[in-house]
């Protein structure tokens, strides 16, 4: 087994989906699975809640990342370091202005896409329809494949204390942010969540939903 659960690849039958752009990423290839049998984990340049939603993901079985480049940058400032990640996850980066790694959502790897943490800007952009990130770009394509989308939104309160690389601070999202996750509540395949526990929760859902299992170890 693998560090995220999966028999290696090297040996068995290689699933022809996404294979390519996962060669083209420095990716291993996975081995054949069933259809939509995969988590795609998008995850923004947000530190609010980041420790956490990577902890959450890490509990989950057959996940692969997807950053946007503020993610690249913002992960490292909080000692979480991409390589370590790779470790665990396939990770895909931000760097096609099409969103390339999309095209493994069309090719049916991914069941559910989460966006975990989300920044206010991602949240914005979702809510608006707006596809030029690859979190973005993944969000959208999912909902127009009917593809269930979560996202774990950070500016839901008037008052919210996060995590800053050095202390924590305090801070009071504008009418804008608070706005634009309620116009995101009413996107379709869209399940918007406001605190690691009720994104646990509707994970917990999901997994059950498809009749999947956490991973019960966390190494
Ligand atoms: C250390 C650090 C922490 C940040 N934390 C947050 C955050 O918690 N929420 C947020 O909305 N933006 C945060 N930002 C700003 C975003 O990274 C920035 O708006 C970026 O353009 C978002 O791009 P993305 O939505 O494509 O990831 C942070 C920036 C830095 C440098």
Not at 41 to 51: A, D, K, Q, Y
Not at 93 to 109: C, E, F, H, I, Q
Not at 117 to 126: E, G, I, L, Q
Request: overall charge negative; glycine content about 6%.
């Amino acid at each position: 087994m693998t560090t995220n659960g999966e028999p290696p690849a090297t040996g068995s039958k290689i699933d022809p989906r996404g294979a390519a752009l996962a060669v083209e990423d420095g990716e291993p290839p996975l081995a054949a699975a069933p259809p939509r049998s995969r988590i795609a984990w998008c995850i923004t340049g947000s530190g609010h809640f980041l420790e956490e939603s990577l902890a959450l993901a890490s509990r989950l079985p057959s996940v692969d990342l997807f950053l946007s480049a503020a993610a690249e940058e913002v992960l490292p400032i909080y000692k979480l370091h991409i390589e370590a990640l790779k470790e665990r996850f396939r990770v895909f980066r931000d760097k096609t202005a099409s969103g390339v790694p999309v095209g493994m959502l069309y090719d049916d790897v991914y069941h559910t896409v989460v966006v975990a943490p989300a920044t206010s800007n991602t949240v914005a952009k979702c809510a608006f329809g707006i596809s030029d990130s690859l979190p973005t770009n993944m969000f959208a394509q999912a909902g127009k494949l009917g593809i269930p989308g979560i996202v774990f939104a950070c500016d839901t309160e008037p008052v919210v204390v996060t995590k800053s690389p050095h202390d924590w601070v305090t801070l009071r999202p504008r009418r804008i942010e608070l706005d634009n996750v309620e116009r995101l509540r009413g996107i379709d395949f869209c399940h918007v969540v406001a605190s690691p526990a009720e994104l646990e929760a509707v994970l917990d859902a999901r997994m059950k939903e498809l009749s999947l299992a956490w991973n019960t170890s966390s190494s």
